[in-house]
């Protein structure tokens, strides 16, 4: 997945600034982003402070690291399964 040039922190900063009331289409084109990108944003950090969104961060790594175990996991089962079922 292509990471993006702005960091959660600043993510927050946009919609702050478009929560204050400055014009979407204004704030769009300051920053160089299309008016899709900041609705995506919004709809995921919308609620979110600069808090929710490091926890939010943290969990998504924990996340990746146990999806990361489950298939290693599987893997190595299917390894055992397949050497216990050959004849010797």
């Known amino acids: ?3 993006s040039r702005f960091s959660e922190e ?3 900063g946009i919609l702050k ?7 979407i289409v ?12 900041f609705y995506k944003w919004r709809s995921k950090y919308g609620g979110n402070g ?7 961060r943290v969990l998504e790594a924990e996340n990746r ?4 175990l489950l298939a ?7 390894a055992i399964k397949g ?6």
């Open 10 to 12: 600043q993510i927050i």
């Open 50 to 56: 600069g808090i929710e969104a490091k926890r939010l």
């Open 83 to 88: 050497c216990a079922l050959k004849k010797w």
């Open 65 to 68: 690291k146990l999806k990361q």
């Open 17 to 23: 600034q478009a929560q204050s009331g400055m014009k």
């Open 72 to 78: 290693d996991t599987i893997l190595e089962n299917n």
């Open 1 to 3: 997945m292509k990471s």
């Open 26 to 37: 204004d704030l769009c084109r300051m920053h160089g982003i299309s008016d899709v990108t």
